[in-house]
């Protein structure tokens, strides 16, 4: 999930790891390749939730008792008819050097650390963001907190995404098929094969400082392949719907992008590939 929301933040993935105890070695990795790091997991009250531990002593810091924090962790025992014990309010500590962002739907908060300008270690102006590990704790953080506040504080390249599904052909005998287009697309699109069950996913990904010129490099691409007139191309922001889960406060779904391709009244029909839908 986390891997797709990148392409709403404009942002691109350099590496996905899957950390057991080392979490420090694993950060400091991550640090000297990107600007974000994104982690999940390892926040609860138990003795082998060890993320915020090594968060602190990543960052030099120390556990406090967050009020917000505290105040959401009681309303949510409060909901369920539970006694918050001893154990159960260290969900509310968090490392004294992050901003807290407030989990609603659950009870460990989600942290957020900016690394400072003049960081020894050349870190300086990026940004460790830890999140829960439960996954729909994780996505209504990510689509109503992390995405929003990613989006504010980085200015980056627009990334906009066109898939084609082909059907009736396979992946080899199609690339063949349409290599000469392929080669002649600009080096700001890159084109994936994403094969699936009965079809064929092109996705076309263009990435620059411009986002009309994209658009108009993306609508130039599928005239060429399918030789038909393309007049506009319109990108639609599909929000998530507002959920329930079980006893749980409002969420949302997740959120999604929709691109429509709108063709000249003298365009021919698509005959190159029979069932693109």
Request: aromatic share 8%.
């Amino acid at each position: 999930y986390s891997a797709m929301t990148r392409y709403r933040i404009h942002v691109m993935m350099k590496k996905y790891n899957a950390a057991a105890n080392d979490i420090d070695h694993y950060l400091r990795h991550c640090l000297n390749r990107s600007e974000v790091v994104l982690m999940t997991g390892g926040l609860g009250p138990t003795k082998d939730d060890i993320t915020k531990k090594v968060l602190c002593e990543f960052f030099d810091s120390e556990l406090v008792e967050n009020a917000e924090a505290l105040a959401n962790v009681k309303r949510i025992f409060d909901a369920r008819g539970y006694e918050l014990t001893p154990i159960n309010r260290q969900q509310a500590w968090v490392p004294k050097c992050c901003t807290m962002i407030n989990n609603v739907v659950g009870t460990a908060p989600c942290m957020w650390f900016d690394l400072p300008e003049d960081d020894e270690d050349d870190w300086g102006g990026k940004v460790v963001v830890s999140m829960p590990g439960v996954p729909f704790e994780m996505v209504n953080l990510m689509e109503t907190e992390v995405v929003p506040r990613l989006r504010a504080h980085f200015k980056t390249d627009y990334i906009l995404n066109k898939n084609l599904l082909v059907q009736g052909i396979g992946e080899s005998f199609l690339s063949d098929l349409i290599e000469p287009w392929e080669l002649a697309l600009p080096k700001s699109i890159r084109l994936a094969y994403l094969p699936q069950a009965g079809m064929v996913k092109l996705r076309l990904t263009a990435r620059g400082s411009d986002e009309a010129t994209l658009r108009n490099e993306i609508a130039k691409a599928v005239e060429e392949i399918f030789g038909v007139t393309v007049i506009k191309v319109t990108t639609i922001n599909k929000m998530g719907k507002a959920k329930r889960t079980g006893a749980y406060p409002m969420g949302k779904t997740a959120s999604w992008k929709k691109a429509v391709v709108k063709l000249s009244s003298d365009s021919k029909d698509i005959e190159l590939f029979e069932g693109m839908v």
